[in-house]
């Protein structure tokens, strides 16, 4: 079993910079590749980062594609979202996940553990 807890979230305005955390307990995540998908209000889960086992390769949705980083630190079992420049449509809770699969797609339904989400409010 994963946990993954997420944190960092809160209100910002627009034009600002969050970094969300994923922290990993249970297994080290040198065996999973990992993903942040949001879900705003009205709207479907939407994958917006993936990083690959070891890092070697990411994948952003276009909306967010020069303003979002996804990072990983396996040896403390932690997983970043740098987000820089944000928007109001960005506001939404964010969640990272994790995956026993290889590569890094953007998918809502390969995961199989989910942190509890962090909310990420952007004002104009």
């Known amino acids: 079993q994963v946990q993954l807890v997420e944190s960092g979230g809160g209100l910002v305005q627009s034009g600002g910079s969050l970094r969300l955390s994923c922290v990993a307990s249970g297994r080290t995540l040198n065996n999973y590749a990992m993903g942040w998908l949001r879900q705003a209000p009205g709207k479907e889960r939407e994958s917006v980062a993936a990083?690959?086992?070891?890092?070697?390769?990411?994948n952003y949705v276009d909306s967010v594609k020069g303003r979002f980083t996804i990072s990983r630190d396996n040896v403390n079992n932690t997983v970043y979202l740098q987000m820089n420049s944000l928007k109001p449509e960005d506001t939404a809770v964010y969640y990272c996940a994790a995956t026993a699969t290889a590569g890094a797609r953007l998918s809502r339904y390969e995961y199989a553990y989910w942190g509890q989400g962090t909310q990420v409010t952007v004002s104009s």
């Open positions: 990083i690959s086992r070891r890092g070697a390769y990411t």
